[in-house]
């Protein structure tokens, strides 16, 4: 496959769009396929949660940012660093990425919340996180534009951040937001990205100390 589209990425975008959109407007749908670690705990049969969760939104400017980071990473990961670093298994680096993603950010969750019925999550973060966190990885120092910081900052100083703030509200648990999820989902991201290319994690300092 050598196209300058982003299949795969436009691909995801689509799927997760229409499956969001449908469960708007159908709580059954929405209530079926969310996370639910409780759920999971009780009921194996229903192992496909810590999948299909990553298709639903809880509203449409949670659908909208997700889908707008992954548009940004995801067609420069895809179509640029993958294909430059991996060639023809660019694509399928791609996906597992995205979907070991979707699984990493998912079990820390499911071990702190699986005997609590309360707790629910839905949404694409964890794979978004691991598809932003392989792009700092390759480009450590490739500006980032951020929302409301009127200058660009190095990829690698964002990232820093981003784990930092991650980690800590995840421990405070103070709001609705899957912390935790973000944090293993740009973990995983990262050293995923390692490990099929180990020479990245030194080409990551050299490039930040150069």
């Not at 759920?39 to 949670?62: E, G, I, S, V």
């Not at 932003?132 to 929302?147: A, H, R, T, Y």
Request: proline residues 4%.
């Amino acid at each position: 496959m050598n196209s300058d589209i982003a299949i795969l990425t436009f691909a995801i975008i689509a799927v997760t769009s229409i499956f969001s959109i449908i469960a708007f407007s159908n709580p059954s749908i929405f209530h079926n396929y969310l996370f639910n670690a409780y759920a999971l705990n009780h009921d194996k049969k229903q192992w496909y949660r810590f999948f299909t969760h990553a298709f639903l939104h809880a509203d449409y400017m949670h659908l909208f940012f997700n889908m707008f980071v992954l548009y940004s990473f995801g067609s420069i990961l895809e179509n640029y660093f993958f294909r430059q670093l991996f060639a023809n298994k660019s694509e399928f680096y791609f996906l597992l990425l995205y979907i070991g993603g979707i699984m990493a950010s998912s079990f820390p969750s499911f071990e702190k919340h699986k005997n609590n019925p309360n707790y629910n999550s839905v949404g694409a973060s964890g794979a978004v996180s691991a598809v932003v966190f392989s792009c700092i990885l390759i480009g450590p120092k490739m500006p980032l534009n951020i929302l409301f910081i009127p200058f660009d900052i190095p990829a690698y100083i964002f990232g820093a951040l981003y784990l930092a703030y991650e980690w800590y509200m995840g421990k405070r648990q103070s709001d609705n937001i899957g912390h935790d999820a973000h944090f293993w989902g740009a973990v995983f991201g990262f050293g995923f990205t390692v490990i099929l290319k180990p020479a990245l994690f030194l080409l990551f300092f050299q490039q930040i100390f150069n």
